[in-house]
């Protein structure tokens, strides 16, 4: 148990749904991000937020709109995606940005997308 | 651009062996390495950060060393075993904040 939980676990959506995916963290971090893991690909940064302020939108399509309310959740709300969009969606924290001694990432076990 | 290149064929060794893996990057200064375990359908697991400035780090059965002239990491996991077998991501970052980017990771199998 890393103290960063995703749902749903698994989710299937058709091109014109909206859905949105959800993230808690119970580690009194100060940072949340979205990543995307394709298959055999490396994880893409899609979003970090410091203090509940976004500061990265690493080019993610407006299809994809992130929100946190606050510093321990962090939801993606998904519409007309398309079906190369299909992966693994992992939400992750870390204590703060950037400390300077180098952060380490906790990992929720993610939300396996399909979009059909 | 910058790059990580990790062993995209998989790994297989008999348990008790040394179990040696590859991160390798180009266009690319990195302050600080790290290392994450990821089984399947969970997400990544840190294990190691080494920085810059350490040429290698220790952790139990786990060693990590950083060569930033080879630009280079490897990954050792001594007397390896069957529990050990997961996908081994590298990740870097040169600002010690959230620019980490990482490697496609390489499967690594210890069989009994």
């Known amino acids: 148990e890393t103290g960063v939980t995703q749902t749903p676990r698994h989710l299937v959506m058709g091109m014109t749904n909206k859905k949105s995916l959800k993230c808690e963290q119970h580690?009194?971090?100060?940072?949340m991000y979205w990543y995307k893991q394709s298959a055999k690909k490396p994880l893409e940064l899609m979003f970090v937020?410091?203090?509940?302020?976004?500061?990265e939108n690493n080019s993610v399509p407006s299809r994809f709109s992130p929100e946190c309310p606050n510093s321990s959740h962090l939801f993606l709300h998904l519409h007309t995606l398309q079906p190369e969009d299909s992966a693994l969606y992992l939400c992750?924290?870390?204590?703060?940005?950037?400390?300077?001694?180098?952060?380490?990432?906790?990992f929720g076990s993610g939300t396996q997308l399909s979009v059909l | 651009s910058q790059k990580i290149e990790q062993n995209s064929e998989a790994l297989n060794i008999q348990e008790g062996k040394t179990a040696t893996l590859t991160c390798n990057y180009t266009?690319?200064?990195?302050?600080?390495l790290q290392w994450y375990r990821q089984d399947p359908g969970r997400g990544p697991v840190f294990l190691l950060l080494?920085?810059?400035?350490?040429k290698e780090k220790r952790k139990e059965r786990l060693k990590v060393t950083f060569d930033t002239t080879l630009k280079q990491s490897l990954f050792h996991i001594t007397a390896s075993q069957p529990a050990d077998s997961a996908t081994y991501l590298c990740?870097?970052?040169?600002?010690?904040?959230?620019?980490?980017?990482f490697g496609a990771g390489t499967r690594l199998f210890v069989k009994a």
């Open positions: 992750a924290s870390s204590q703060d940005l950037s400390n300077g001694e180098g952060e380490k990432l906790f």
């Open positions: 580690l009194g971090h100060n940072a």
């Open positions: 937020y410091s203090l509940e302020e976004r500061v």
């Open positions: 266009n690319y200064s990195p302050a600080y």
């Open positions: 080494i920085r810059e400035n350490e």
């Open positions: 990740a870097l970052d040169r600002t010690g904040g959230f620019k980490t980017i």
